[in-house]
């Protein structure tokens, strides 16, 4: 078990369901692939979509991992089998970090996924038509659970460079928690959509001339932000 720990991880989770999660998660797993790692995925809860997208950007079957069904040491089975061979692994989170199956438990969360593997967090932040209140969200979440360890930030929805700068120096001057990364609003953050959610990536790319380009857009995106160079390597 320590030495499955000693393989660089990190969990990619949101302040809330439709944060972010899913597009960045690929972005970073599919850049760090691109600079030569093997890149091991995996989904915190029973979803089969998101897992479609990191396995098709990693070329890794990613794994599924769920603190309320599967038990502590079920967890880091799943964990030390899959991330053989691997240089790194990415977790994406399910809902907001907290979000769990009980209101005064974290049973079933992203948070108790991260305690159980001692995973430093990156919170995304949704934060379009905000700023300042960007570190009171920061601040809330960190102090709620100290055994949750959030290392850094990503500002999604950007309206511009003067909205990133207002929202990254509010957190930084409010929190010791640093901004690694301001996603500028961009349709090409975007995966197509259908009524039960993301369409898996099978189907995507079945349906979508250009999938390959969307997804190669997002990789752009988080590469020219530079994400995947603090905390995660």
């Not at 380009?213 to 530079?226: A, L, P, T, V, Y």
Request: net charge negative; proline share 3%.
């Amino acid at each position: 078990m320590t030495e499955t720990l000693n393989i660089p991880r990190i969990l990619i989770a949101g302040d809330r369901s439709s944060a972010g999660k899913t597009t960045i998660s690929i972005g970073v797993m599919s850049a760090l692939r691109d600079m030569g790692h093997k890149v091991q995925p995996f989904k915190v809860g029973l979803d089969f979509i998101d897992p479609s997208y990191h396995t098709e950007v990693t070329g890794r079957h990613s794994r599924n991992l769920d603190g309320y069904i599967m038990t502590e040491d079920a967890i880091h089975e799943v964990f030390s089998h899959a991330v053989d061979g691997a240089d790194i692994a990415i977790i994406e989170g399910v809902r907001g970090l907290y979000e769990g199956l009980e209101a005064t438990s974290d049973i079933g969360s992203t948070a108790q996924i991260a305690k159980i593997l001692e995973c430093p967090v990156i919170l995304i932040i949704d934060a379009r038509s905000i700023t300042r209140s960007t570190a009171a969200i920061v601040s809330g979440y960190k102090s709620f659970d100290s055994e949750v360890n959030i290392v850094g930030v990503i500002l999604n929805n950007i309206g511009s460079p003067r909205h990133g700068e207002k929202a990254r120096i509010a957190i930084e001057t409010y929190t010791d928690i640093d901004v690694i990364g301001e996603i500028p609003r961009n349709d090409s953050m975007r995966i197509s959509m259908r009524h039960l959610g993301l369409i898996p990536a099978l189907e995507g790319r079945r349906r979508m001339f250009d999938f390959d380009d969307n997804i190669g857009k997002i990789k752009n995106i988080i590469k020219e932000k530079k994400v995947t160079t603090k905390y995660i390597l």
